[in-house]
């Protein structure tokens, strides 16, 4: 499949994904999640769908305590294992939508990409306030 019929069919999974996970899945598991992007195989036979805990969860702005971390943890975990659980249920539904040949599996998986971003945002900040005071003590 070409590269740009597979980047238009992951903008249309993840803008049904969106709309059937938020209208139709009743599974207490799954909180409102936002997907951030599905990456699909060459032969677009396998989708694997990025997802965050809807606000990005506890590590938005300042460092989150390790009790806010694992309950992170312990939610996300929850909320893919329903998500895999209801994924024949979605891929169904996405087949009635989409008119291709062979509608993709479903994979979801964590997006970590903004605690990343605050991680090294963390750091860099950490490296820079021990620069400074470094700095500031050795022109005395």
Do not use: W, Y
Not at 1 to 25: F, G, K, W
Not at 91 to 106: C, G
């Amino acid at each position: 499949m070409q590269a740009t019929r597979r980047a238009r069919l992951a903008s249309v999974i993840l803008e049904e994904l969106t709309r059937l996970v938020s209208r139709e899945l009743r599974d207490p598991r799954i909180p409102p999640v936002t997907f951030t992007s599905v990456d699909l195989t060459p032969d677009a036979s396998q989708a694997t769908v990025m997802l965050t805990l809807f606000g990005g969860g506890p590590l938005n702005g300042e460092e989150a305590t390790d009790a806010e971390k694992a309950a992170h943890r312990e939610t996300m975990a929850k909320c893919l294992k329903g998500l895999q659980s209801a994924s024949g249920f979605l891929r169904n539904k996405l087949r009635e939508v989409i008119d291709i040949r062979v509608t993709p599996s479903l994979i979801f998986k964590e997006d970590r990409g903004l605690e990343n971003v605050n991680r090294v945002h963390h750091l860099l900040r950490q490296i820079q306030e021990s620069g400074s005071s470094e700095s500031g003590s050795s022109e005395k």
